[in-house]
């Protein structure tokens, strides 16, 4: 399909979760870089619902996301895309105004409970003694990212929408109501309506097409995987959070993983683990639990990547009629995706604004036009 009525370029979770939303009321094609979906950051995400993340707009999002996580709809039934794992925000004892904060912050989204150093150590034993207090969310949902997008694709394809792999877009015009797009193997798509839902990549899409770019940022994240000690209940382990952005670990395919949450200004590109991540990974793990990452089994990076305010943009460019804009989901883009879908399905096709918390002004893409 060369000429649909909506074409989307990128297909990791924000593009291929629009594309099947939209696929139900118009012919949609995806045309994706890589030669698998979800390469780039959809693939290499913590995967984990909390609420710890972002700011109020963040978890209103992810708050109206949870029904499609609980219930997953038709399509999203056949393997699970997600399970519950509980969440804990610990700190030591000069930390706990920190908590204090967030735990106000986070009660009107999450059923919290305020831990004690022992309540702590019975839900993550694996962190040291100074870890006197916690906050515990025991509804956390850790995604299964691969699962979600698989789900997309078959919603995508059941509803006649094409993805086009290995299909990197190498230049839009614009005539006459019209975006035709070229991919670097040659080969030309034309739809009224392009949606970019390029990642890293959608300033640089932006400046294909014409159009003016946001300013985004992304960010590099590293996670480590590393052996947990002998004997550990990995079953039970929860997601564990620093209070602050210093470090979280969580069971990760029977062992541990880890990120230093670093927040490394990058270019658009195939990210890559830096050395001197990997080791703070590894030293905040021995600083803050019992572990002794002896030996790091695999590690990898990925690109977060916000706009100038941290909110996403979701949003027809005004500056350039047909032009919508799916980006700046930072660190929250699996999570949220139900909702940001929805929000795209009723700004392109109509149909009810889904969020009540969240106004089509707050996620206006020209709020960062000069
Ligand atoms: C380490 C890490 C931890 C994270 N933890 C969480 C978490 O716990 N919870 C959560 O909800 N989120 C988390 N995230 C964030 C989440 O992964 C992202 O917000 C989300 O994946 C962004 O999805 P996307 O579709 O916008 O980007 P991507 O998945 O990067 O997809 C964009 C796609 O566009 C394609 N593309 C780019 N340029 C072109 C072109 N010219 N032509 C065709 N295709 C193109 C790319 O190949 C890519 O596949 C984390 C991210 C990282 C890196």
Same mark, same amino acid.
């Given at each position: 399909?060369?000429? &649909?009525?909506?074409?989307? /370029? ?6 291929? !979760? ?10 949609? +094609? ?8 979800? =390469? %780039?950051? !959809?693939? *290499?995400? $913590?995967?984990?619902? %909390? =609420?710890?993340?972002?700011? *109020?707009?963040?978890?209103?999002? #992810? ?20 399970? &519950?794992?509980?969440?804990?925000? %610990? ?12 735990? $106000? ?35 956390? /949902? ?11 694709? *078959? ?18 015009? =614009? ?26 990549? +959608? ?7 014409? @159009? ?81 990452? #002896? *030996? ?10 916000? #706009? ?18 799916? +980006? ?17 399905? !009723?700004? /392109? ?8 918390? @969240? ?12």
């Amino acid at each position: 399909m060369n000429n &649909p009525d909506i074409l989307v /370029i990128g297909g990791g979770i924000a593009g291929l !979760s629009a594309a099947a939303a939209l696929s139900k009321h118009a012919r949609v +094609a995806v045309l994706e870089a890589e030669d698998q979906v979800g =390469y %780039h950051s !959809s693939g *290499r995400s $913590a995967t984990m619902l %909390h =609420y710890a993340l972002g700011d *109020r707009l963040v978890r209103a999002l #992810t708050l109206a996301s949870r029904p499609f996580f609980d219930n997953p709809p038709d399509g999203f039934t056949d393997v699970p895309i997600g399970r &519950p794992m509980p969440v804990l925000i %610990h700190t030591r004892d000069d930390e706990r105004e920190a908590l204090d904060r967030l735990e $106000a912050d986070l009660s009107a989204f999450a059923q919290l409970e305020r831990l004690d150093a022992a309540g702590v150590h019975e839900l993550c034993p694996l962190l040291k003694d100074d870890a006197t207090h916690g906050i515990a969310d025991r509804r956390g /949902i850790r995604l299964d990212p691969h699962a979600l997008l698989q789900g997309n694709l *078959r919603q995508l394809r059941t509803h006649g929408g094409e993805l086009h792999n290995g299909h990197r877009v190498a230049a839009i015009e =614009y005539s006459t109501g019209t975006w035709t797009v070229t991919s670097d193997k040659g080969d030309r798509f034309s739809a009224p309506i392009l949606v970019n839902a390029a990642g890293s990549w +959608a300033d640089e899409i932006a400046k294909l097409a014409g @159009v003016q770019p946001l300013g985004l940022q992304p960010k590099r994240r590293t996670i480590i995987t590393f052996d947990a000690p002998a004997g550990t209940d990995l079953e039970h382990l929860p997601f564990a959070k620093t209070v602050g952005d210093e470090l979280y670990f969580a069971p990760e395919s029977g062992r541990l993983f880890a990120s230093p949450m670093d927040e490394v200004p990058s270019d658009p590109c195939d990210a890559q683990p830096d050395e001197l991540e990997v080791a703070l990974a590894a030293y905040r793990m021995e600083e803050r639990t019992t572990v002794n990452v #002896t *030996r790091i089994h695999s590690r990898w990076a990925g690109l977060r990547t916000f #706009t100038p305010d941290g909110h996403p943009a979701v949003d027809f460019a005004i500056d350039a009629p047909g032009f919508f804009w799916l +980006a700046g989901q930072g660190g929250f883009g699996l999570q949220t995706s139900p909702a940001m879908t929805a929000i795209v399905e !009723s700004l /392109i096709v109509g149909t009810d604004w889904p969020v009540a918390d @969240v106004l089509p002004q707050d996620l206006l893409a020209d709020r960062f036009l000069a």
